[in-house]
């Protein structure tokens, strides 16, 4: 019978290749890297009489990060969070990220064309008539990454010991995306910049027995 050695039940660490990534509740198989930083703002308190010291004045707090993925045939998030829908001006709304098939409003059928914002329209047509306050929003899917919703990053890791760990990201809110491709990449990379909400540290989940398949969790 193999029994494990005991160098590999102190610690447990995990590399890149033990990680999987999911957002929301849909697995990202394209993420290379994802890193993040936690600031806040401190300033030191003096008063006469002393050049040390006093105190500390403890302000906000600011947590972001990067993302980076592989760029493949098509654009890496607005895919895969295809269905994560956020509520749209109409009149800014092109017609093919609509729901709905039927495009009701001229002037989003202008701005479908490429031309913006019905920018060849008066200015008085550019906007639709309103029969209530919500008469001019529509549920779409986003066509850019800053209108993707907040979502939850979960780093889920198990190594080939059996330890299995996790940490999130939560309340990811997308800003800055950038992409450039030269003659001399093999690969190309696409990448974004986010604000977050908290972050969860990593933390012990279970430890699976390779011998016996005996899962036991922390208490």
Same mark, same amino acid.
């Given at each position: 019978? *193999? @029994?494990?050695?005991?160098?590999?039940?102190?610690?447990?660490?995990?590399?890149g290749?033990? @990680?999987? *990534? +999911?957002?929301? !509740?849909?697995?990202?198989?394209?993420?290379?890297? @994802?890193?993040?930083?936690?600031?806040?703002?401190?300033?030191?308190?003096?008063?006469?009489? !002393?050049?040390?010291?006093?105190?500390?004045?403890? /302000?906000?707090?600011?947590?972001?990060?990067?993302?980076?993925f592989?760029?493949?045939?098509?654009?890496?998030?607005?895919?895969?969070?295809?269905?994560?829908?956020f509520?749209?001006?109409?009149?800014?709304?092109?017609?093919?990220?609509?729901?709905?098939?039927?495009?009701?409003?001229?002037?989003?059928a202008?701005?479908?064309?490429? !031309? /913006?914002?019905?920018?060849?329209?008066?200015?008085?047509?550019?906007?639709?008539?309103?029969?209530t306050?919500w008469?001019?929003?529509?549920?779409a899917?986003?066509?850019?990454?800053?209108? @993707?919703?907040?979502?939850?990053? +979960?780093?889920?890791?198990?190594?080939?010991?059996?330890?299995?760990?996790?940490?999130?990201?939560?309340? +990811?809110?997308?800003?800055?995306?950038?992409? /450039?491709?030269?003659?001399?990449?093999?690969?190309?990379?696409?990448s974004?910049?986010?604000?977050?909400?908290?972050? +969860?540290?990593?933390r012990?989940? *279970?430890?699976?027995?390779?011998?016996? /398949?005996?899962?036991?969790?922390?208490?």
């Amino acid at each position: 019978m *193999a @029994i494990q050695s005991e160098f590999t039940r102190g610690h447990n660490s995990f590399s890149g290749v033990d @990680i999987k *990534a +999911v957002f929301g !509740s849909k697995t990202i198989g394209t993420l290379q890297g @994802i890193s993040y930083s936690v600031t806040r703002e401190k300033a030191p308190i003096y008063t006469m009489g !002393s050049a040390d010291m006093r105190a500390v004045a403890r /302000g906000k707090r600011g947590i972001a990060g990067s993302l980076v993925f592989i760029q493949f045939d098509s654009e890496p998030l607005l895919d895969e969070l295809k269905n994560l829908r956020f509520l749209s001006d109409t009149d800014d709304l092109r017609p093919d990220y609509a729901l709905t098939t039927n495009v009701t409003n001229p002037t989003a059928a202008v701005a479908g064309t490429g !031309s /913006g914002n019905a920018a060849g329209l008066p200015a008085q047509l550019q906007e639709s008539e309103l029969t209530t306050v919500w008469s001019d929003q529509e549920l779409a899917h986003p066509w850019y990454v800053d209108q @993707i919703p907040p979502f939850d990053v +979960v780093l889920a890791a198990a190594n080939e010991y059996g330890a299995v760990a996790s940490m999130q990201i939560l309340g +990811v809110e997308l800003m800055n995306s950038g992409y /450039g491709v030269s003659i001399d990449d093999i690969v190309s990379e696409h990448s974004y910049t986010f604000l977050a909400h908290g972050i +969860v540290p990593w933390r012990y989940e *279970a430890n699976i027995n390779l011998t016996t /398949g005996m899962i036991s969790q922390p208490l």
